[in-house]
């Protein structure tokens, strides 16, 4: 390679480093969190308030942060110095935040030109204000309402200084106070205040002394007043409690009298209950006793009605044998059949006596005959007899006016059947 190959190069090396620094000089970056202010080479202005790169030759910019917070102290920055109505003074601890209205290009280039591109001077212009605000309400109050109405002191100074119109006419909006606590007073002040305390102490004891026998007092009178009101609840807690009792023993009286009442109540409710009990009770076992007497009556002559029907039945039988019978001289089967049949009434009617001499309660004692001995059976006859007509009668025994003027009854000659009247009816045949 030749020497001027190598000089070419050279040059033109030389040549892309130059302009590579110019262009990156070209190249300039803003913060979000910033405001600029930028003049061109032909002294024309321009905001910029995006945050970014771009390019611009030779351009000369100022930055201001759009919001800003401030402490104020004497350790940090100066203390917001105050003189209140009595001269004494003090300076408040504080602390401030507003920030730089950036909607409007012209009130930014106001702003600018104000305090010439200086950051520090936005910070003197919002402390001059906050300092003329504290000033304004501190002469409003004396050192001690100031530690007394705190609260009270501290809202009026932020109600002074928020969005304060001159200010804001400047381009700039305070958003924020509070104070660090309360002012630090001068050493006089201090002194005033350590005998204010002194006195205020021994204010406040002999308040709380009074306070002390004042309560020391209301205990004795509430201890008297509840002595008075026991004994008094207790009188009256004892009349009311005889009271009571006494009603209660009237009201006991009044119970067991009304109880007797209601018992003698039931009680006879109960007898003529139990009276209308038996009656019911006799009226059923009086119905139970007919219906029985009705069924066996009913019984005893369906068995009466088949011994008769049995009878017949042999009479008819024998009807056809007795002309042999008769022939012979011999009794005929049909007057045998008509002694078998009254026999077996006979029979019937006596076992029926049986029963009912059975169920019959007889007298321990009973006087036979008369006083000489003579017909001695004839009373005993005479109840048989009687005996006999209940069972004829279906039951019911006759009235004694009756039995005394009736004939004896034919009980003991069953065989005596009226059969006379067949052979001659079987004649005719």
Request: proline residues 3%; neutral net charge.
């Amino acid at each position: 390679m030749s020497n001027k190959t190598i000089s070419s190069l050279i040059i033109a090396g030389i040549v892309g480093i130059v302009a590579l620094i110019c262009f990156v000089k070209t190249l300039h970056v803003n913060d979000v969190q910033n405001i600029q202010v930028i003049q061109s080479i032909d002294g024309d202005i321009t905001i910029r308030r995006e945050g970014g790169w771009y390019a611009m030759i030779c351009p000369r910019i100022w930055e201001y942060p759009k919001a800003s917070v401030e402490i104020c102290n004497s350790k940090d920055k100066d203390a917001i110095l105050m003189q209140f109505s009595n001269k004494s003074t003090a300076e408040l601890a504080c602390q401030i935040g507003y920030r730089i209205d950036s909607t409007n290009d012209e009130q930014i280039i106001r702003l600018h030109q104000l305090v010439e591109g200086n950051e520090e001077k936005i910070w003197k212009i919002v402390q001059t204000s906050l300092q003329t605000a504290a000033q304004r309400i501190a002469s409003q109050y004396t050192p001690s309402e100031s530690v007394e109405k705190f609260d009270e002191f501290q809202a009026k100074i932020a109600k002074a200084i928020l969005h304060d119109a001159d200010l804001l006419d400047k381009g700039i909006d305070v958003v924020s106070f509070t104070c660090a606590g309360l002012p630090e007073y001068d050493p006089e002040t201090k002194g005033q205040f350590s005998k204010q305390k002194e006195a205020d102490l021994a204010k406040r004891l002999a308040e709380a002394e009074k306070i002390k026998l004042e309560a020391e007092k209301l205990k004795v009178e509430a201890e008297y007043q509840r002595q008075i009101a026991q004994q008094k609840g207790e009188a009256e807690a004892q009349m009311a409690k005889d009271v009571q009792s006494k009603e209660r023993e009237k009201k006991m009286a009044e119970i067991e009298a009304a109880k007797a009442v209601e018992v003698a109540k039931l009680e006879k409710e109960r007898a003529v209950i139990e009276v209308e009990r038996q009656k019911e009770v006799a009226k059923v076992e009086a119905e139970k006793m007919f219906v029985v007497a009705e069924v066996q009556k009913k019984t005893e002559a369906e068995n009466l009605e088949a011994i008769k029907l049995k009878a017949e039945q042999k009479v008819a039988e024998a009807e056809a044998k007795k002309v042999a019978i008769e022939k012979s001289g011999a009794i005929t089967e049909l007057q045998q059949a008509e002694l078998e049949l009254q026999r077996a009434i006979a029979q019937y009617k006596w076992e029926n006596l049986g029963k009912a001499i059975g169920n019959i309660k007889l007298p321990q004692m009973m006087t036979i005959g008369g006083s000489d001995g003579k017909n001695a059976s004839a009373p005993f006859d005479q109840f048989i007899q009687m005996l006999t007509l209940k069972e004829m009668n279906g039951g019911e025994l006759i009235s004694k006016k009756v039995v005394e003027t009736a004939a004896p009854a034919p009980v003991a000659a069953p065989a005596a059947a009226p059969t006379a009247t067949k052979p001659a009816k079987s004649a005719k045949k």
